[in-house]
Structure formats: structure tokens, C-alpha cells
């Protein structure tokens, strides 16, 4: 079965991906006020209550016995590892370099989601990501500062890129026994146990910090936690990791143009080239192509191959 181009499928990549690129915005705020544990434990708090209130409400049951270890995969690497990593990242390193490791995750997903997930490797996906990362560089290189960046701080940044890329890879498969509402609730939930040594330092910062890093808090976990990776989910199961995984580089340009409209950050001429130059690699890697592999049927609905998925 080819892919097919889903209406729902590509709102949801675009819901995923502008949640995700306002997320730079407010975590840049309000890491003014909240170490990178705290911060993390609140984003993935605030997630996992209103997920699993939606997911008693709908009544879907436990996810399938082998949707376990993909769930509990993404708990440790992506809504822990990785988000603790990349706040604690960020405070050491610029934007530019930040964002230059962490967008070699695409890349990661990419070889990764060839081998094991048997995607191939597509000729015109691998250009499209071959431009989609020049541009991110070009973006990069404009905003980064004339300092040493920090040897921690790129470390982090590259174990950001690492925990993301693995765990798309294991989300593929684990879409087949579970919904994403199940595997983004409960693997919040792990995260968010993961993170409760340190409840004390959150509320105490809260407690010292101005309302907005409150409201930044429940806005990084209702939208680009809750949502954005709902919508993730979903529109996985309809496309390729490695497709998926390009489209993120469309995240830079976003972040550029909310910096600019909200933190008054104007863009120099190399920062909007190299945007617009990893939007025509993203349009690249998500074309059609006869040298393409066919991509994967979607996942079966979560009903239909777990029996206990409903109560």
C-alpha cells in the first residue's frame, strides 16, 4: 500500500510542529526562573493529569502487554532524558549551536527508522534532510554567539538528539498496540514519577518566580507536551519515521518567526535564507518519488490489535 497524502495526517504534523517550535519561545522565558529538573517535572506533571483524565473519560483501558516497553522506552529517553537534557542545554550553550545538535536527531531517525524499521533509504527523503540541515546551520551559524560554547552543553545537546531519535523509532512500532493517547498519558506519567525528587525545587521556584513562569509550565505541558505529541502520534502512523523526522526541520523557521513576532528578536537576512532553505528540504524529504520506498500501511487502530486496549 502506497502512502497517501491524509488531510487529518498533515493538520496533525502541522498542529505537532508549531506546538513544538512555541515551546523554544516559552521554555526560553521560563528557564529564567526554573532549573531544567523542575521545569521538566512540571511540563511532564501538567501533561500526564490531563491526559489520563482524557483517557478515563474515553475509557481505553490499559494499553497491550507489548505496548509496555515502547511506552515505558519514551517515559525514560523522550519525556524525561531528553527534555531534562535539552533545558539543561540550553542555559550552556546558544540558541544557534543548541539547535544545530539537537536538529542531527532527523538525521538519527532517518538511518535508524532504514535499518530497523526496514524503511529503506529513499534517495529524495536523504536530499530533502541534506538540505533541511544546511538551512539549520545557516539559521545556526547566524545566531550563535562569538563565545567557546560550553563542552557540557553540546554533550547534552547531543544526548537530546539521540533519546529523540530512538524513541520515534521505538513510537512507530509501539502504535500498533496502543493508541497515542495511551502511549503519550502513561509515558508522561513515567516521566513525571521519574522526575518527583524534584517537587521540592519546583515549588519552591515557582513559589519565587513571577506568575508567567507558572502559566509557561502549564502552557508547555497542556500544548506542546499534551497536544503536540498526541498529534504526533497520530500523524506517525500514516508516514514513515524518517518523513517524520524531516518535517520537524520545518521547527527553526517557526521559531524564528515567533521570536521575532513576540520577543522582538529580529532576524538578520542569514537567519530567514537558512529558513527558507530548510522549508525546501522539508518539501523535499515529503515529496513522492519513484526512488522512494513505499512507505508502511498505518498502524492498525489500537482496537483492533489489543483486545485489552478497551475496558
Known sequence: MSERFN?????????????????????????RHLDPGPLTLGRAGVAAVVLLAVWAIRREGLPGRRAWP?????????????????NWGEQLVDAGTAAL???IGPILIALLGGWILKEGFPPRLFLGITVAFAGVAVVSLSMSRDSAASVLGVLLCLVSAITYAISVV????TLQHCSSLQFTAFGNAIAAVLCLPFAPQLFAQLGDAPVSATLHVLYLGLFPTALAFLTWGYALRY????????????VPAIVVALSWAFLGEIPTW???????????????????????????????????VAPTAKS
Open 239 to 250: 508516514t514513515t519515521a524518517g518523513k517524520m523526522g524531516a518535517t520537524t526541520y520545518v
Open 70 to 86: 515502547g511506552i515505558a522506552t519514551a517515559g525514560v529517553l523522550w519525556f524525561g532524558v531528553y527534555m531534562v537534557a535539552l
Open 170 to 173: 521505538v513510537q512507530k512500532p
Open 7 to 31: 488531510t487529518r495526517a498533515a493538520l496533525a504534523v502541522g498542529v505537532t510542529v508549531f506546538c513544538w517550535a512555541s515551546a523554544f519561545v516559552s521554555i526560553r522565558d521560563a528557564g
Open 270 to 304: 542569514l537567519t530567514l535564507a537558512g529558513g527558507a532553505l530548510a522549508l525546501v528540504g522539508v518539501a523535499i524529504s515529503r515529496s513522492g518519488g519513484r526512488a522512494g520506498k513505499k512507505a508502511a500501511p498505518p498502524a492498525a487502530p489500537a482496537e483492533e
Open 101 to 103: 545538535i539537537v536538529n
